[in-house]
Nanobody, 123 residues
Framework: VQLQASGGGLVQAGGSLRLSCVAS????????VGWFRQAPGKEREFVAG????????TYPDSVKGRFTISRDRAKNTVYLQMSSLEPEDTAVYYC?????????????????WGQGTQVTVSS
């Protein structure tokens, strides 16, 4: 596993969590990084992306205004701050490094994946 995602857990609706993604074997400081999630029986869904320098971020409408992606290049870490969580946010969350330096929603652009961290939001 090249990327390590952590920070998941059980939280009540309306609560917050911060996920972290660290590159363990090879840095991703020059790559775009994305967060995805997959709920049982559903396809993997893009939830946030950030460019190599943090200048550009991308979110789908479903999480815009509630989720914030950021990165600390010195720590080789990307974060996903999630607020106002809803039961519909329950899923396994994955981080991934892109082949490019851009923030991208294109699934095929991501070639390095973490193992996922479970987020459960109770109503």
């Amino acid at each position: 596993v090249q990327l390590q995602a952590s920070g998941g857990g059980l939280v009540q609706a309306g609560g917050s969590l911060r996920l972290s993604c660290v590159a363990s074997r090879r840095t991703f400081s020059n790559n775009g990084v994305g967060w995805f999630r997959q709920a049982p029986g559903k396809e993997r869904e893009f939830v946030a992306g950030i460019s190599w320098n943090g200048a550009s971020t991308t979110y789908p409408d479903s999480v815009k205004g509630r989720f914030t992606i950021s990165r600390d290049r010195a720590k080789n870490t990307v974060y996903l701050q999630m607020s106002s969580l809803e039961p519909e946010d329950t899923a396994v969350y994955y981080c991934a490094a892109s082949r490019t330096s851009a923030s991208t929603t294109v699934f095929s652009q991501y070639n390095r994946w973490g193992q996922g961290t479970q987020v459960t939001v109770s109503s």
